[in-house]
């Protein structure tokens, strides 16, 4: 071989290289980052779809709006678990994952989180829930993690908080599921380990419309307070049937939406709420700049719902920087994972930052609400530990 033809070979060769290698930098840039979201846009309870979704497509307009990830924009794919369907559920994590091509997702709900975990692990996607309590979503999977207080922790806040408040007899009511049975059972936990009594937990149908039945047999149990686990709007209707069949004990919830507050009407009034805490101040502009363009969008306040999934998004789109500033094929549910564990703080709309702890959950506060004139009034924080 001549020197010419040598030399010509080594060109195109090296252009050749060239070529394939920016190839595979382009294929690593996504025309688009979509994220998945996973909630109740109808069924029983579409209310937390609304809020969910509102609070996530927020984030996305605004991160879009100031050029998205070097250039390359956010999109939110959303799919129906129609409140609560796990066959739904499944159904459209598949569809975000094989269709849409997403390497996150947020899902709501306890059932829908559990029954999308396994696919998750499987295909290798990271999933950020906002809603769902469960105490089986921790520390299971390598790709979930929680920025929602889990159940464990909400009910030892209101363990502590009701026997703060003098109380020595407690009773239970849920809704029968996964979430109301762990949420029974880690109330138990933390309320006998203080040394006081459960004398009733009782349970009903996600869709049942009287429960007159559960509330006579927690008022027989002659409680000092009681913890009332629904879901909007059972929590409720729980509510409203224990004043009207003469129950004036202290109730408590973690769980409370403007629904709920429509459904009990006059009876919501004193009854606490113990869950994660949001509120705009002046001392957090974030908070401040959310809540104005919520309310200016959506047309009333954000609730802590929203700020998770809006959050979200938020903590989505810093690990896409992440992994995309460490360059290669960075654009996978494993690299955003391994950004995250790389640095697991992150800027917080609830203020300051928040911090992965070591089994995926986001250490956030929990605070005790209590309900005047029905609206939610900051009363203090307490211990969720």
């Not at 973690?254 to 006059?266: H, P, S, Y």
């Amino acid at each position: 071989m001549s020197k010419r033809t040598l030399f010509a070979a080594l060109v195109l060769s090296s252009a050749l290289s060239t070529a394939a290698l920016s190839t595979t930098a382009l294929a690593a840039d996504p025309a688009v980052y979509k994220i998945g979201g996973i909630f109740a846009m109808t069924g029983a309870s579409p209310h937390y779809g609304k809020v969910m979704s509102a609070g996530a497509q927020l984030a996305v307009d605004e991160i879009n709006a100031q050029g998205g990830i070097d250039g390359i924009k956010l999109q939110l794919v959303i799919e129906d678990h129609k409140s609560g369907s796990a066959q739904a559920a499944v159904a459209g994590m598949n569809r975000l994952i094989d269709v849409e091509g997403v390497k996150a997702v947020l899902p709501s709900f306890s059932t829908v989180t559990l029954a999308t975990m396994p696919i998750g692990d499987q295909k290798k996607v990271m999933m950020i829930n906002g809603g769902g309590v469960s105490a089986q979503t921790v520390g299971t999977s390598p790709y979930m993690f929680n920025i929602r207080s889990m159940a464990s922790d909400l009910a030892a806040g209101i363990a502590h908080r009701a026997a703060e408040q003098g109380a020595k007899k407690l009773a239970q009511i849920a809704i029968k599921s996964e979430f109301g049975d762990a949420t029974i059972a880690a109330t138990t936990k933390a309320w006998e380990g203080m040394g006081l009594k459960m004398v009733a937990a009782e349970q009903f149908q996600a869709d049942a419309a009287n429960i007159d039945t559960q509330v006579a047999k927690l008022r027989a149990s002659q409680p000092d307070a009681i913890a009332n686990w629904p879901t909007t709007p059972q929590a409720g209707l729980a509510v409203k049937r224990m004043r009207e069949l003469g129950m004036k004990q202290p109730v408590y919830c973690m769980e409370w939406t403007a629904e709920d507050t429509k459904v009990a009407g006059k009876h919501a009034e004193g009854v606490e709420v113990v869950t994660d805490y949001f509120a705009a101040t002046d001392e957090n502009p974030w908070s401040k700049r959310f809540a104005d363009a919520y309310k200016a969008k959506f047309g009333e306040m954000p609730d802590f719902y929203a700020a998770n999934y809006y959050e979200g998004v938020y903590v989505i789109a810093e690990l896409i920087r992440r992994a995309k500033a460490k360059g290669g094929d960075y654009y996978s549910g494993e690299r955003l994972v391994q950004a995250l564990w790389e640095n697991p703080t992150f800027d917080s709309v609830y203020g300051k930052t928040l911090t992965f702890r070591k089994n995926g959950v986001a250490q956030k506060p929990v605070a005790v609400f209590r309900l005047e004139n029905g609206q939610q009034t900051f009363v203090k924080f307490t211990s969720g530990e």
